[in-house]
């Protein structure tokens, strides 16, 4: 039997994040090879579709784009991808980002192994204030192939 996944729920999912009025924390959590990579691209290309603008999750170019007001104009999507590798000193940025209130629409969209992640990672995540959307990613394309 091929195991095959789908993950066009996951899809329009993310797709409801697109275009709302208010910030949101997505998660895609999952092991090695569950597509959380691919996701987030997907996820990227729906933001530029809307006009949003968007960045990938480097410290200076997330605080860059909040200061200077993105979400406000257009909406933001910053996307984080395996952040089960983020250092301490980036959990607690990140966290303290999330923990306050940003101006119009930012999506933080937040991929990692929860197997692997730190405490710290954690801790930042559970910071968040805004509406949090948990997107769990069983299977793996390894398996399936
Ligand atoms: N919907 C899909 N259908 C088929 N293959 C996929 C799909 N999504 C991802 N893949 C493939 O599976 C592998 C792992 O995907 P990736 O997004 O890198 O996973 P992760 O970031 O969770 O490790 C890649 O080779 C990717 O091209
Ligand atoms: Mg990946």
């Known amino acids: 039997m091929t195991l095959t996944l789908n993950r066009d729920r996951e899809l329009a999912l993310l797709a409801t994040t697109v275009g709302g009025r208010n910030p949101i924390l997505v998660e895609l959590r999952g092991g090695p090879e569950t597509g959380k990579t691919t ?17 990938d999750g480097t410290l200076p170019r997330m605080l860059g784009a909040l200061v200077g007001g993105a979400a406000e104009h257009s909406g933001l999507l910053l996307t984080f991808d395996d952040l089960h590798l983020a250092d301490d000193p980036f959990c607690e940025l990140l966290g303290q980002v999330l923990r306050n209130p940003l101006a119009g629409q930012t999506i933080f969209a937040a991929a990692y192994r929860p197997d692997q992640a730190s405490p710290a990672l954690f801790a930042a995540l559970d910071q ?16 399936a192939r």
Do not use: K
């Open 39 to 55: 996701l987030l691209s997907e996820l990227s290309e729906l933001a530029d579709l809307q006009g949003m603008a968007r960045h």
């Open 128 to 143: 968040t204030r805004t509406t949090r959307l948990v997107i769990e990613l069983d299977g793996s394309y390894a398996e």
